[in-house]
């Protein structure tokens, strides 16, 4: 433990969990003003409820899935705002969790998959340096932290599967994501009930 202590240190991945935590806190700050300014000026449950919780539900999740498997580019956020409008929302966060983690698989594996295609590869590599570099350092902490904070997790597999890290340890330390879906929907039910 102390060799691994000595190795994170020197790497850097204490300060980078301590950036990790720092963007955490200010997107949570940044989303809490947000929504403080905009149901000042608007009705904002109105708006919620028509543009996000009026869609039907296998549109939503199919959406959900592709965005999960491709670079995760619309926030789960929404996602889970979006479930609290089931009578069974911790239900639907599991779902979501579901898909969300199926999604990072399905990256990882599109990653392998790129091996193959010469183009895409050094595209991808150059894109999205950072997390290939994270990666070979770090391995499953990283994968750990892109599925419980706001670090792109589809990314981070998809790099994952480029530079061949075990996909058992993928998958196992991908669950974690599960637990990003609880304590975010806590956190956004409460929020909404409060604030709305």
Request: no cysteine; hydrophobic share 55%.
């Amino acid at each position: 433990m102390r060799i691994s202590h000595e190795w994170n240190k020197r790497t850097g991945l204490y300060s980078f969990m301590g950036q990790v935590l720092i963007k955490l806190l200010a997107v949570i700050v940044v989303i809490v003003i947000a929504v403080m300014l905009l149901n000042h000026y608007f009705n904002l449950e109105e708006i919620i409820e028509d543009y996000i919780f009026s869609h039907d539900t296998p549109g939503v999740l199919a959406l959900f899935l592709i965005s999960e498997s491709f670079l995760g580019w619309i926030p789960p956020d929404l996602f889970i705002m979006w479930s609290d409008k089931f009578n069974e929302p911790f239900k639907w966060l599991t779902i979501l969790g579901s898909i969300s983690y199926l999604g990072g698989m399905i990256a990882y594996h599109l990653g392998k998959l790129a091996l193959y295609i010469p183009k895409l590869r050094a595209w991808l590599e150059k894109r999205n340096e950072e997390f290939f570099v994270r990666i070979r350092k770090w391995g499953g902490i990283i994968i750990i932290l892109a599925a419980l904070f706001p670090l792109p997790f589809a990314t981070t597999t998809l790099a994952a599967g480029m530079v061949k890290y075990p996909f058992k340890l993928t998958m196992l330390y991908g669950l974690s994501r599960y637990l990003r879906f609880y304590l975010y929907g806590v956190l956004i039910f409460l929020g909404m009930d409060k604030i709305l």
